[in-house]
């Protein structure tokens, strides 16, 4: 064994390990998601919303642990959400 | 009679010693002749002990004795400064161990996880869109494990400081119900210092019930220093790998990472 090369030290997950879906109840979420990646050669950016609606559906379903979208780095949607409620709120 | 001991050369004492004994042999004969002065007999009383006890040499040896004293108290004190320092050098090698892993938490060393990297960074980070690095996706089980793992998107093109999410699936063939525990690998060594996952579904135990198949998300980001970093200037692709061994009930496995 080299004790001088470079090893790979795995990390614990910052927010821990996903619940199990056992009962497929974000099933439907997570195939849109997988459609809309396909689409569009796997380009992660491009659906971010559908990402998102994934992990709503988790939260509601008590199969992740409740926060606030901008902590798990949507902020962007949020605000751009917002802009459009303010937006249809004054038009 | 005191001539021929002028002639050797006696010291000072020696005189007084000589002339002690000979004013004792001039009081014998005194007594002899029956005269025993009292100025004599005074005399002797008032001569110190230390005149009449001291023999020849005496001076010298008590010299070389305060110098073997002094000797002792410096060899002494050397050897506790020696002991001291023996002391303090094995109490540094215990203690370098916590100091040595704060520093490489504080300054990244070595791929160690950055403290203080945390949620606020989720927050605050900004996507960088010119970098566009491909993540792999692997899938690997242990041989005596009978899931069938496999991931559900062979890549996808993200840029760091975005969140990404993706899709593993497991299942259970066979009629009983199998634990399994993962763990993950990330390649190139260096980059896996940059991938990090917020939640995913290693290193805890994931049970799986008789013929059921599961989604398996892993919600991950790359850190935005990544772009910084001249090491990672030509790494474009990162390959993350995942590996499922069967665990045994009530197995405790501890997790990575310095909690």
Redesign the interface.
Known sequence: MNFGT?????????????P???F?E??SF?EI??RC??DN?????CC?IE?KE??ECRMDRQL?AKEPL??????DLEDSTEENETKYNLG | MLLPLLLRGCTAKHYIQQALSSTRLCVNCCNIRGLATSSVQLFLRRTPQRFLNQSRGAKTHKRKQSQEDDWKKKNKTVLTYIAAAGVGMIGMSYAAVPLYRLYCQATGLGGTAVAGHGTEQVETMKPIRERIIKVTFNADTHASMQWNFRPQQSEIYVVPGETALAFYKAKNPTGKPVIGISTYNVVPFDAGQYFNKIQCFCFEEQRLNPHEEVDMPVFFYIDPEFDEDPRMARVDNIILSYTFFEAKEGQQLPIPGYI
């Not at chain 1, 050669?41 to 950016?45: A, E, K, V, Y």
């Open positions: 470079k090893t790979f030290r795995p990390r614990a997950p910052d927010k821990g390990a996903f199990l879906d056992h497929g974000c099933k997570k998601y997988m990646l396909r050669h796997f380009d992660n950016s971010r990402s994934y992990l992740m901008e902590k798990l780095g949507f902020k």
